[in-house]
């Protein structure tokens, strides 16, 4: 068990440096200056253009930029952006946001999709199995922006329910909206899936074994269905981790949550290598720590996992 | 004359398959007594595991009992209540399946598992549960039981999964033990031990074990009695004796035909020529006949009547007389 941990742990540290190395590049790949992309309108001497490209390592090899940034990255430093504000208090005002809005995405999600899973696998075939399926479609099919602003104007605009922008009601009031929204979109294959696993477990041997040993039905669902069902959705939600966050990027934009999402996009268009960076390099964390603690569960519920 | 332990009279099993209903077993009658040892003989699909699971109570969906009746120690099972029979079902009938690794649970560890099956009868403290499961898994001779009983079935050996199987099904001392294809799944040697055991374990508690199978040598090697099966319908039962030395059906004289022996060495086995025919496309009269070298159109017509050849030997053939005659009768390639 804690080899398995210690195992775990072991492999988020190539991860975050390869993923930090697969930004970098594809920063430095953005086509056009980023130091004219600062100025504007306004024209910049070649004097002080000079002074911003070395002031950022913008003039050497990109190998030599990433080998540079890596170090300072190491020495705890994730550099400034173009307005000389570090990059780390920039990440520290708005992770908050982010954390609160995954967090409660992910609470509804579970909520959501085990519940509407586990009603369908129930009873299969029957229109809560229809229901399931039609929600599922349904919510994958149609994309994440447009289920926001129906949100936004049927719960927020008509019924004055909910605010739709901002955070000035505080958590939870404003976080409830885009954190549904983002459940909506992420709970559909947890649904299905949930929906599937219930279904093939209820079929299977073992559960028949139970019930030759005179189970009640009610001991069968629980003490031998549920938690073989669990197996694949404990991995499944660990892996879904980072569509909850790709999400987030896209649902505090469209509801005004000063979330590392909106910094990111800001940063992107800007070129501020630096910041795209920092800021992935913590979602990425954020990701891997939540999907470290997921899998964490997979050992406690399947033994297979323990021994292995 | 006693009552025998198990009496099924004219068991009549029908399916819902996408609005149509197709008869699974028709007609069934079959007695067991206690401490016997009977074997149902028959290919997939003829209707073997579908009895096994109607007098556990537990038919799939879309399979119900149309008529007859299924008498268990004098008590009728056919329209009890689930609750009453979940009192019957792993306490004084047990069943065990053909796959061990698919049947126990992947999670539990196999103590627990058996454990559960007291737990499930009887209000015991869990260490004594668990006590007695070790001592059920020292009985089917698992070594070093105490220590095995906490690890998973992934941890055990296909026979020894088989025998945590069993323990699980005789650790209440069941009256009836249904062996649903006990040792398909597994190789020559540990076949024979697994028989065995479940012989020894018959002999030691007086249990009677209904043995599903379609190896007609774990036939001969264990049973008392012997029930052959076509298409939901008895095709032949009697002794086990009679059934292999003296067949009176062509069915029953395929399948024996069709078993490996040295006379074949290096010539083709006997087949029997065709497929079991499906549920939903039954020929009529006898279903045996188009795959059936004694046919006439009697057998297309008309569904055979029982002929006895003694108290035991029954056979449902309109040409017994030459199927017990003739040897091989079936078709043979």
């Given at each position: 068990m804690t080899r398995y941990a210690l195992r775990r742990v072991g492999f988020m540290i190539p991860t975050l440096i390869g993923s930090t190395f697969l930004v970098y590049l594809l920063v430095f790949l953005i086509p056009g200056d980023p130091v004219l992309a600062l100025a504007g309108t306004k024209r910049v001497s070649p004097a002080t253009a000079e002074a911003i490209r070395n002031q950022y390592n913008l003039n050497d090899p990109f190998v030599v930029q990433y080998v540079k940034y890596l170090g300072n990255v190491l020495h705890g430093d994730f550099g400034t952006d173009f307005n000389g504000n570090s990059v780390i208090s920039t990440i520290g005002t708005a992770l908050p946001y982010t954390v609160a809005l995954a967090l409660t995405a992910f609470a509804l999600k579970l909520v959501i999709g085990l519940l509407l899973g586990a009603w369908a696998g129930l009873r299969p075939g029957r229109t809560a199995d229809h229901a399931n399926l039609a929600f599922t479609i349904l919510f994958l099919a149609v994309p994440g922006f447009l289920v926001a602003y129906l949100v936004q104007y049927v719960l927020g605009i008509r019924l004055h329910l909910l605010p739709i922008s901002g955070v000035r009601h505080g958590y939870p009031v404003a976080f409830v909206l885009p954190a549904l929204v983002l459940a909506l979109e992420t709970a559909s294959p947890l649904a299905r899936l949930t929906r599937n696993s219930l279904h093939e477990v209820l079929r299977s041997d073992y559960v028949q074994t139970a019930r030759a040993k005179g189970a009640s039905p009610s001991r069968v669902l629980w003490r031998h269905a549920l938690r073989n069902a669990f197996v694949p959705i404990v991995t499944y939600l660990g892996l879904s981790m980072a569509s909850l966050l790709g999400g987030s990027v896209l649902v505090e934009y469209i509801f005004n949550l000063p979330g590392l999402g909106g910094s990111l996009a800001q940063a992107i268009q800007s070129q501020e290598g630096p910041v795209v960076v920092g800021i992935s390099v913590f979602l990425l964390l954020f990701y891997l720590v939540s999907a470290l603690l997921i899998d964490l569960l997979y050992p406690v519920i399947d033994p297979r996992v323990r021994h292995a | 004359m006693t009552l025998p332990l198990l009496q099924i009279r004219d068991l009549h099993i029908r399916f819902q398959k996408d609005g149509a209903q197709l008869?699974?077993?028709?007609d069934l009658s079959l007695d067991i007594e206690r401490g016997s040892t009977t074997v149902v003989l028959g290919e997939s699909g003829s209707g073997k595991s579908l009895t096994a699971k109607a007098v556990m109570g537990l038919l799939p969906p879309g399979a119900e009992v149309v008529s007859g009746s299924v008498r268990f120690d004098g008590r009728?099972?056919?329209?009890?209540a689930d609750r009453e029979l979940r009192r019957l079902r792993g306490d004084a009938i047990a069943m065990i399946f053909q796959d061990a690794l698919t049947a126990l649970n992947p999670v539990t560890p196999i103590g627990n598992q058996i454990a559960e099956v007291h737990r499930i009868h009887e209000r015991i403290s869990k260490r004594e549960a668990w006590s007695r499961a070790v001592a059920s898994l020292d009985a089917v001779r698992i070594p070093d039981a105490a220590r095995r009983a906490?690890?998973?079935?992934?941890?055990?050996?296909g026979g020894m999964r088989q025998r945590a199987m069993i323990a699980m099904a005789i650790t209440r001392n069941p009256d009836l033990l249904i062996a649903d294809?006990?040792?398909?799944?597994?190789?020559v040697t540990v076949q024979a031990q697994i028989l065995e055991l479940l012989d020894d374990l018959r002999a030691e508690r007086n249990l009677a074990l209904l043995l599903i199978t379609h190896d007609i040598g774990v036939a001969a090697q264990s049973a008392d009695n012997a029930v052959v099966m076509y298409a939901g319908r008895l095709a032949e039962r009697g002794t086990i004796g009679e059934i292999l030395?003296?067949?009176?059906h062509p069915y029953t004289s395929g399948l024996l035909g069709s078993v490996p022996g040295p006379e074949h060495r290096g010539r083709d086995l006997p087949t029997i020529q065709g497929a079991p025919p499906s549920l939903d496309d039954l020929p009529g009269g006898c279903a045996f006949h188009p795959r059936c070298a004694l046919a006439t159109d009697v057998c297309r017509d008309r569904l055979p009547a029982r002929t006895d050849f003694t108290t035991t030997h029954t056979t449902w053939c309109h040409h017994a007389e030459e199927a017990l005659d003739g040897q091989p009768a079936a078709a043979t390639v």
């Open positions: - | 008869d699974a077993i028709s009728e099972l056919v329209g009890l906490k690890d998973y079935p992934f941890q055990f050996s294809e006990p040792t398909t799944a597994l190789d030395d003296e067949p009176a």
